[in-house]
């Protein structure tokens, strides 16, 4: 049955790591074509164009939903998201606000899945955490031999505190550490460490580390 009324999309795209070079293809169409568009503040420096209405996500994530809400009475709305939206983005949001059937995905690099490459490291076996702005359950810290963890981090949840957790659950002063700051972009960091160096050193944060029980491993 017709009913008259128009359905817009909400497309969330992942825009990978930062640099506009590992954004897929598609993303990028969908992102130029767009004429509402949503995301952090760099997301919209990098990607808006003229004559699009946008809206930045900050800290007030009801008021993006009430925007998204309103402009879909308009047209499809496009959400920027680091990385891949499937790990740890507004997706979550968004799935529990509107109906997934008006929901589009397009998948992004994730920053994790960028670090592992750049330390030429298979991820297959990788337990994935987040510490950005939320605390993995002390069961998920364990270590086992050749354990490997890949984790997001904030600005309180750094490279320190971290490795003093990590070391407190049974992990050893030698574990190698990754810590991966402004991946892709022109002042990428990766510092190489071990646990036991982390723990007395600066803490580094808003980025990813990934830690390898087995120093042998890379
Ligand atoms: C809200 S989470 C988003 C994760 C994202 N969906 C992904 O797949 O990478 C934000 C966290 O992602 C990580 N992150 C995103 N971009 C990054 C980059 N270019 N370099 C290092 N870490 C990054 C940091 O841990 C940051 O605190």
Not at 27 to 34: F, H, M, Q, S, T
Not at 75 to 90: A, E, H, I, K, R
Request: charged share 25%; aromatic share 6%; glycine share 10%.
């Amino acid at each position: 049955m017709e009913t008259g009324i128009v359905s817009h999309k909400i497309i969330i795209v992942g825009i990978g790591p930062g640099d506009p070079a590992y954004l897929l293809p598609k993303a990028r169409k969908i992102i130029e074509d767009a004429r509402i568009l949503v995301g952090g503040k760099r997301a919209l420096a990098d990607h808006s164009h003229s004559g699009v209405r946008e809206c930045a996500i900050g800290a007030d994530i009801s008021g993006v939903l009430d925007f998204i809400r309103d402009a879909l009475a308009e047209d499809d709305v496009v959400v920027m998201v680091s990385g891949d939206p499937g790990y740890y983005s507004l997706l979550d949001a968004l799935r529990r606000t509107f109906p997934v059937d008006q929901i589009g995905v397009v998948p992004g690099i994730s920053s994790l899945q960028f670090a592992f490459a750049r330390l030429a490291l298979p991820w297959h076996s990788a337990r994935l955490l987040s510490f950005h702005g939320r605390e993995p359950l002390e069961a998920e810290l364990f270590r086992a031999p050749d354990a490997m963890l890949g984790m997001l981090t904030d600005g309180r949840n750094n490279s320190q505190t971290i490795a003093a957790r990590l070391l407190s659950r049974g992990w050893h002063e030698k574990d190698r550490m990754y810590v991966c700051t402004h991946l892709s972009y022109k002042d990428e960091e990766i510092i190489e460490t071990t646990l036991g160096a982390a723990k007395d050193d600066v803490g580094i944060g808003h980025g990813v580390i990934i830690v390898c029980a087995h120093e042998e491993n890379v």
